[in-house]
């Protein structure tokens, strides 16, 4: 009996970090470097793209740093959405900037389909998420708010909350990741497959992740300008990144190494 051919192997998202700039300096972001960031070049986003464009995945995500600071936002979305015509565009910023910047928000809403915002008590940016959800869901926008439960009060919580009922916005919530927080280390006893064909985060440099919360510029596991990143970004992962120790979201997949021998994964 012939065996069914399975599926081929997409990933959901590559996200591309145009800049490490930032408007805030919030406690718990390790991914920023406020004023003192740099930005992509619009010339080397344009040969990520080509790179991106080998590798099959549905959603390009563009983020930073807070992206909408970037000087050429306008043009490297435009470009990004020329290029990568089939893909979903997704957002991710405080949207401060976008509720101060008329053209920036008109961008925003010619380009993308969904747009992530982070808010709570280290964003800081009530009044501005509040000014511009409505505006994004009147568009017909996807709009998803994520507040990190320890940097936001019940009050706030509450105020989010009920901006999204009216608005149809989505509401989520998470726990401070990306930092050691006095936790226990995890035991590590396989490789953690939670970001399995998920998420391939590609830095300032070209350097690639396949996770998002994996710590920037330390362990990186290949670039984009490798001659077969293509098949990097779905070879097996033999190695925790040294994050794994401290994040909160391991999930052990009990394999040494994954997705070769994760059987069903
Ligand atoms: S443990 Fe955390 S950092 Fe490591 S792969 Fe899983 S989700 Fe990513």
């Known amino acids: 009996m012939t065996r069914p051919l399975l599926p081929s192997r997409v990933l959901k998202t590559a996200k591309v970090k145009i800049t490490t700039k930032c408007n805030r300096s919030c406690d718990f972001c390790i991914f920023a470097d406020g004023a003192q960031g740099e930005n992509m070049s619009l010339e080397l986003f344009a040969r990520i793209l080509e790179r991106l464009g080998t590798v099959p995945f549905r959603q390009l995500h563009i983020n930073g740093g807070e992206p909408t600071v970037h000087r050429d936002f306008a043009a490297l979305s435009r470009l990004a959405a020329i290029r990568l ?72 919580l509450d105020q989010v909350a009920a901006l999204c009922d009216r608005t149809g916005a989505i ?66 992962r033999t190695q925790h990144y040294q994050f794994c120790l401290k994040c909160h979201e391991y999930a052990d997949s009990g394999h040494q190494m994954v997705p070769a021998s994760a059987g069903g994964a």
């Open 85 to 156: 015509p089939d893909r979903v565009m997704v957002l991710g910023t405080n949207a401060i900037t976008l509720a101060r910047n008329q053209r920036l928000l008109d961008v925003t809403r010619e380009v993308y389909d969904q747009i992530l915002i982070g808010c709570d008590d280290e964003h800081g940016n009530y009044d501005e998420v509040a000014q511009v959800v409505p505006l994004l869901r009147q568009a017909g926008k996807t709009v998803v708010i994520n507040s990190v439960l320890e940097a936001i009060s019940s009050s706030h």
């Open 171 to 236: 509401h989520v919530t998470n726990h401070v990741h990306h930092i050691d927080v006095g936790q226990p280390e995890n035991r590590l006893g396989g490789l953690c497959a939670r970001y399995l064909d998920q998420h391939l985060m590609v830095e300032i440099d070209g350097s690639c992740y396949r996770c998002f919360n994996a710590m920037a510029k330390e362990d990186s596991e290949f670039t984009v300008w490798d001659d077969d990143f293509a098949t990097k970004v779905f070879s097996p």
